[in-house]
């Protein structure tokens, strides 16, 4: 009896290590494991990251790229830097709206992100850095826009790379940016507006929005102030 109750145990002791991996892991994408764990993840998924995502070009650009000019009219080349661009759903968002001719940069910790970003944007217009959202690589007050879009949530130290994206905008620069809804599986993960729109301005943004975007986040605009 007391041998069945021994397999019981382990069994049982073996399916909650196993829980316990898939919870760290699979549902909060390794945020509590360190950076290294999230940048290993997203360059072990890169390649299936758009089959998960199902970008439609015609939403990014009704959604993204097109409310984006919108905000910075009449300017049509701006540069713009794209933190955490991963696969570059922004610039191809960017590259495919007429009207825009500027240049956008995009910056990720995942090598192979940023290799399939590359493959996908070929265009003097574009190019990609591999460096972290806490420590850009770029002077102060250079880019017109900063976009970081559902990334903020897996960075070490989101508020350091909130305030590296106010450094390197131009002031009254755009930030386009997101709040993650849905954090129920990646507790201490998300802001509510208020506790975000301090962040922001805390870090030296002004004029906060927030708008209603998908199921899992929401967009949020600041302006440098
Ligand atoms: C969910 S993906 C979002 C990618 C892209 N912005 C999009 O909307 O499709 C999150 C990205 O953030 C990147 N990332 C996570 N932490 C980072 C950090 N501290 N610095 C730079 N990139 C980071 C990951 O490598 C990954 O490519």
Redesign the pocket.
């Known amino acids: 009896m007391s041998e069945w109750i021994g397999v019981f145990l382990i069994v049982l002791a073996g399916f909650a290590v196993a829980a316990l991996l898939y919870w760290l892991l699979v549902e909060s994408e390794g945020v509590y494991l360190g ?1 290294r764990v ?2 290993w993840l ?1 360059d072990r998924y890169a390649g299936r ?1 758009e089959d998960i ?1 199902r ?1 439609v070009p015609q939403l990014e650009h009704q959604h993204l790229a097109q409310p984006l000019m919108q905000e910075i009219a009449p300017n049509r080349a701006p540069n713009i830097l ?6 570059g ?2 610039p191809l968002a960017l590259l495919r709206h007429a009207g825009f001719s500027g240049h956008v940069t995009g ?4 090598m192979r ?1 940023l290799a399939i970003a590359c493959a996908k944007t070929d265009s003097p217009r574009v190019d990609f850095v591999c ?4 420590r850009l690589p770029f002077p102060d007050n250079t880019y017109a826009v900063v976009t ?4 903020l949530e ?4 989101s508020r350091a ?1 909130l305030s590296e994206m106010a450094r390197v905008l131009k002031p009254d620069g755009v930030l386009l940016t997101t709040n993650r809804l849905t954090t129920r599986w990646m507790p201490g993960r998300g802001w509510s507006p208020g506790q975000m729109q301090e962040i922001l301005e805390s870090v030296g943004f002004t004029k906060v929005e927030f708008e209603r975007w998908q199921v899992d986040y929401d967009k949020v605009w600041a302006r440098k102030a």
């Open positions: 950076q999230v940048t997203y990251y995502k970008f794209d933190v955490a661009t991963g696969t759903r922004m910056t990720d910790l995942s992100m460096a972290p959202a806490e970081c879009l559902e990334a897996f960075m070490a130290d790379a």
